[in-house]
């Protein structure tokens, strides 16, 4: 039997990297998956991939009408939700240090990735537990686990994300809602590939990996577990997947 046979998984950001290779493993697992993403055209591209009748929903994560529509529709386009991969997020080389980093950066993060987690939960955990239960899978980094410089803005959001987690797991067990996140160090995303460039502190992180370079996939792997029945009995946890930095 599918891992996540008549399940209804929502994924932000779904349209590229790990939100792409999420989808396309849920899908497998037998999910119905909505696709939310801002591009259009990437978030087309995913659905035909992933197939499984997944269905894409153009969604702004920092606008609060946008997700609470793109959620709205989801339910009723598949009659319930059972799973919120709140993916969407991201850093730029624009970060620095607290007194060095541009105020509009420190901003943008915190609105995407924060913020936009924020808003994922608080439209889709009710319908979450109107379906009698499910798993909320946050983004968290390694970065909220341990310090490296020169990457403070982005810290701040991944560490308000980690906190927010265990409080709504606190919150939401008595709805049957179990609400984790996931710590991934750099992950091999197009998109990291070229922060990575030119940024002597993410180089040398890289290189402290013990069992190599992680990829999309590989985190894809561990929000099936969290998003499956095999991980019930864990709520409130952030969980590193991250080639071993943490402990490096």
Known sequence: MSRLADRV???TGAGTGIGRATALAFAAAGARVVVAERSAAAGEE????AGNGAIAI????TEPDSLEAAVRRAVDHFGALHILHNNAGGSTPQDGSVVEAPLEEFWRVIKLDLFGTFLGCRFA???????GGGSVINMAS????????????????????AALTRSLAVEFAPQGVRVNALAPS???????????????????????HLLGLIQPGDIASAALFLASAESRMITGQVLPVDSGVTIS
């Open 46 to 49: 995913t659905a035909h991939l």
């Open 186 to 208: 750099a992950t091999m995303t197009d998109r990291v590939k070229a922060l990575m460039a030119g940024n002597a502190a993410i180089d040398r992180l890289a290189q402290s």
């Open 9 to 11: 998984a929502f994924i």
């Open 125 to 131: 955990i009710p319908a979450i537990a109107r379906a």
């Open 58 to 61: 153009v969604t702004d994560v």
């Open 142 to 161: 390694n970065l909220a686990l341990m310090g490296i410089p020169g990457r403070d803005c982005y810290t701040a959001a991944k560490g308000g994300v």
